[in-house]
DNA sequence: GAGTAAGCGAGACGGTACGTCAAGTCTTACA
DNA sequence: TGTAAGACTTGACGTACCGTCTCGCTTACTC
């Protein structure tokens, strides 16, 4: 049912993918080059160039190939419980190896949209999208304001992610920190009423 | 007082640090080269390297001798209409030719941590200082929470201009967003209690 | 009473030739490739292969089967009259897209001693062998010197022609230069005798 | 008087030629490579394409430059002996590794008219011109036909030489060969009177 | 005012990687 | 078994910049 000529070698594919994700741990996007892939992987620098148009686009499926991009969604009862469990993961992740290889795909992305597009629909925004379930679902349950602006909590809570990651404020695995961030982010900055909830 | 020689060209500093700007401008940090610059110049590479270690550095000075980074500190009685007034500022600035160049200088930082360590120190960390200070004025006249982690406030805040800027959720020139996002950073996203302040 | 299998199919054999031989013409040897006799006969790069050893003999292939390489042997009483009908047959072939496409072959062969080994015995050697009939009826016949030294008039008459061909000295098909070749080659340089035939 | 900029490296210059004449009598021009050349000569590719277009023109380049292309002009007050003299020393040296790359130039040459060019300026005409003026000589002095066409001549006397090289009828360092040659084209092939001076 | 010490432009140098082309081999589906 | 299709490794192509290195020339300060 497939047509005819040599099929594509999984086993050069996979080769390839395993090589480019070491070499962005190992040296960032900035030193990561098609023919290092080519080297380490002991593929062709053509083999490389049939599949893929260039480094972003090889970077960004190593990406998804090899990192734990899927953090798992928690479900409990509560909402706020399962965000912390769910933004601690990515943060998690966001320490290690995988932070370092996204920082590359999100610099190559600046000087190629069509990578970051892919980065967008392939794992922003599935992200987004269980965290906004989420957000949902503190709203129906009451755990949320009712006339919350869902979108901009998703973006208050992603932001203070992406800028450790990439402005590097402060280390992603300070302890405690995403927890403050999560806590404040939900109770806001203006002082509490005299009949605060918590008071 | 000065040492025998020819004195340092001042007309060659700013021809490479224009040249630099313009081509940061026009092509990202990608495609930004000493080579470039020199030509755009006028100038012989040896000057560039004579002054400036590599790309980095130079795209860096480039920035800061020329964007309009020094976005108005305002003071007034109100320290949340200061808030909204700087980072409204801050968000112009980004949505522009300063922001591409910005853009491209942090991600150039990731591996270059000389370089992420200068835009800290001389445009991060000033910036935050100074909405540190507004905040804290906010604590001190009772429009915020005695108890407010200040840092965490400055980061949700920064967090959401880098990340547009970078990751690119959605336009930096979005109408109203920054009120928006101000506005529910302010007010948390627990449900107000019966004897809400606005009740 | 032939094996088992698929037998070969002329009809691709002749679309590579005649594509070969096109390929040729239009682009000489040295931007000869398999891959655009390939692609232009419409036929697979292993059926090439499989058939041809390299590009020296498919070129040498081509050019046998297309190039009009049997000029006519002429055969009067007259040897001279002969030999110049020959000859200039054989400039004349020369002068046009053959030649373009011999020259190619006679000096692709030059690192490839099996490819010019086949062009000596396909063309090369049966041409000389037809000179050297003229030559020695001829000499039968009191037209030429008996002690005339075949090898070296075959050889004087073949170099011209070669020579031109391939060193370009001067163009193929300027007029007259044939005929004042050989009538100088059978006339020699030495002063006539007072008692010359012609005096 | 030099204009400025750091000035050529002759060595460079001369490590280049002395690897291209090297790689071009091992290899000849089909496996002759600028990558090969450059490894060689312990230079980058750069400063080869830098002073030179292809690798027809470094290949011509190495040629004049190591060749003993400087067959010494013989002038006796025979001009018979001294043709033969020239002749065979050119004969002898293109039966060595000068005649394996001066192939090679030739056969470059076919696609890259500014080569071949360049050969006929720099090496055939010089040559032809010191052949004429020995056969004007002969023809002063006696020796030849006062009607003796010279440039037809000289191209049978090259011709033998070139064919031999480029089509290799026979081995270039036959003994007498060139001997016999000469002989026959002087005398020509015709019948010599009853009053002949050998007669 | 001669000497000396930078800075400057120009531009050649050894390199690395680019993205492309073709070579020749191999593996499939189909005839 | 032959053929078209097409993926594979290999190796060279010619180009763009890198960062370094002479050069000749131009300012200064210093003796």
Redesign the interface.
Known sequence: MRGPGRPRSDQARDAILDAAFQLLEE?????FTIEGVAARSGTAKTTIYRWWPGKGALAMEALLAHAELTVPTPSTASAVADLRTMLQGIARSFAGATGRVV??I??AG??DPAT?KVY?EKV?EPR?QRLRDIIER?KSN?????D??VE??V??M???????L?????PLDEAGWMD??IT??????????????KA
């Not at 040296?27 to 030193?31: F, S, T």
């Not at 990439?166 to 402060?170: A, Q, T």
């Open positions: 040296n960032g996007l900035e030193r920082a590359s999100v610099l600046q000087n970051l967008h922003v987004r503190g009451g755990e949320f304001r009712g919350l602006h901009t909590l973006e208050a992603y932001g203070a992610l992406y800028t450790r990439l402005i590097r404020f402060s403050r961030h404040q982010l939900l109770e806001g900055a203006l002082p509490r009423p005299l009949c605060d909830r």
